[in-house]
C-alpha cells in the first residue's frame, strides 16, 4: 500500500468538498454584489439616494426603487430615489447640495458609498477555496518528508 498516494486521494477529495462548501457559502454573497453592480449601472449616471421604505413618499417604480433583490417594501429597508425626484417630493431637500444629500441619506440609512465590486468578491472567494488546500497540501508534505527521514533503510544483503 502506497501512503503518499492514499494522502493525496484524500486530500483530493477533502479539497473538492471545502471548494464546494466555499462556493455554496459565498453564492448569497456574490450575487448580492452583482445585483448591486447591476443596479448602479441601471441607474446610469443619475446618482441614487435612500432612504428608509417608512418614509418613502410616491409610487414604487416610478418615484422611487427596492433595493436590489426586494420584492416589497418593509419599512426597515432603503428605497432609492433619483436625486432629481427625491428633491420634487421632499422639500426638506430643497436648498441642501448633491454632496451633502448623499453623504447625510447614506449615513442616516448605513448605505455604503463605495461603488460595487462583485469580480473583487469572486476572486477573494476563488482564492480562499484554493488557497487554503494548497497550503494544506504543502504542510502535509512537508510533514511526510520529515517523518519519512526517520523510516528504516533497508540493508542490502
Request: charged share 25%; proline share 3%.
Amino acid at each position: 500500500m502506497n501512503v503518499k498516494r492514499g494522502l493525496f486521494r484524500v486530500w483530493v477529495v477533502c479539497s473538492a468538498m471545502f471548494v464546494l462548501a466555499v462556493a455554496l457559502l459565498g453564492w448569497n454573497d456574490v450575487e448580492r454584489e452583482f445585483k448591486r453592480a447591476a443596479f448602479i449601472r441601471d441607474s446610469g449616471e443619475i446618482r441614487m439616494v435612500p432612504l428608509f421604505c417608512e418614509d418613502a413618499k410616491g409610487t414604487l417604480n416610478t418615484d422611487y426603487q427596492l433595493e436590489p433583490g426586494d420584492l416589497y417594501a418593509d419599512p426597515k429597508d432603503r428605497c432609492w430615489y433619483k436625486i432629481d425626484r427625491l428633491r420634487e417630493l421632499f422639500d426638506v431637500f430643497g436648498e441642501v447640495s448633491d454632496e451633502k444629500l448623499l453623504e447625510a441619506t447614506y449615513k442616516a440609512t448605513g448605505a455604503t458609498l463605495k461603488s460595487a465590486a462583485p469580480w473583487d468578491k469572486v476572486s477573494g472567494l476563488v482564492a480562499f477555496a484554493v488557497g487554503v488546500p494548497l497550503l494544506i497540501l504543502a504542510l502535509g508534505s512537508a510533514i511526510y518528508w520529515a517523518l519519512a527521514g526517520f523510516s528504516r533503510t533497508k540493508l542490502d544483503a
